[in-house]
């Protein structure tokens, strides 16, 4: 089956400063990526979608400043949490479309949290 | 919010039997599909069931849609403690490629 694999798994950092997460598909070309936030005991809340080669489309109330989106490839999408704070902890998850039927295949999950 | 309800939240059952979760949705779709999540983990596709199917069976799964009620039901039969874990719906609308997530079922079953 496709794989969509996160780096990191995990990651903590002080307050103010920018984290990266990358979501790659192993074995397919991802026409659509998705980034989704999930807090402690609640459902998944789609943040953005990504395209390859242009910008990303933000939900509504995700501040796309705070969390910038680059769909660079085929296979790689990164999000930049800017300037995190306490209240951007989270679990982090990605998926990718591109194998027709629009299932997504998601990605393991990159649990943040600020200091 | 265009989310979707499931209930019950949470699902406590012995080891052997079986486990029923319902979702309810609100627009149109074209299909939904069930996933399952252990904790901290990501996520685990189980089945999807078109908007012009009725039920699906898939091992010891079996889901169920009506589409006149915007409901789905996801039934686990014999369940095994490795079942332990919250399951989602989610819902695909036409031409569209975002699904809409339930609010989750916390099942754990008990040895």
């Known amino acids: 089956g496709a794989v969509v694999s996160q780096h990191p798994s995990w990651v903590i950092c002080k307050s103010g400063t920018s984290v990266k997460i990358e979501c790659r598909s192993l074995?397919?070309?991802?026409?659509?990526m998705f980034w989704y936030r999930q807090f402690p005991k609640q459902s998944l809340m789609l943040m953005a979608t990504s395209n390859e080669g242009s910008k990303a489309t933000y939900e509504q109330g995700v501040e796309k400043d705070k969390f910038l989106i680059n769909h660079a490839s085929l296979t790689l999408s990164t999000l930049t949490v800017t300037s995190a704070h306490p209240e951007d902890s989270s679990f982090y998850i990605c998926?990718?479309?591109?194998?027709?039927?629009?299932?997504?295949?998601f990605g393991p999950g990159t649990r943040l949290t600020v200091l | 919010s265009q989310q979707g309800e499931e209930d019950p939240q949470a699902l406590s059952i012995q080891e052997g039997e079986n486990a029923t979760m319902n979702c309810s949705y609100k627009?149109?779709?074209?299909?939904l599909q069930w996933y399952r999540q252990n904790s901290g983990r990501g996520l685990v596709h189980l089945i999807l069931?078109?908007?012009?199917?009725r039920e699906k069976h898939s091992g010891r799964l079996r889901v169920t849609l009506d589409t006149s009620k915007k409901s789905s039901s996801l039934l686990i039969t014999a369940s095994r403690a490795a079942d332990t874990a919250s399951y989602f719906c989610?819902?695909?609308?036409?031409?569209?490629?975002?699904?809409?997530f339930g609010t989750g079922t916390r099942l754990t079953i008990i040895p």
């Open positions: 627009t149109s779709i074209n299909n």
């Open positions: 998926s990718a479309t591109g194998l027709g039927d629009n299932e997504q295949f």
């Open positions: 069931i078109r908007s012009n199917e």
């Open positions: 074995d397919f070309q991802a026409t659509t």
């Open positions: 989610a819902t695909l609308p036409f031409h569209n490629e975002k699904l809409t």
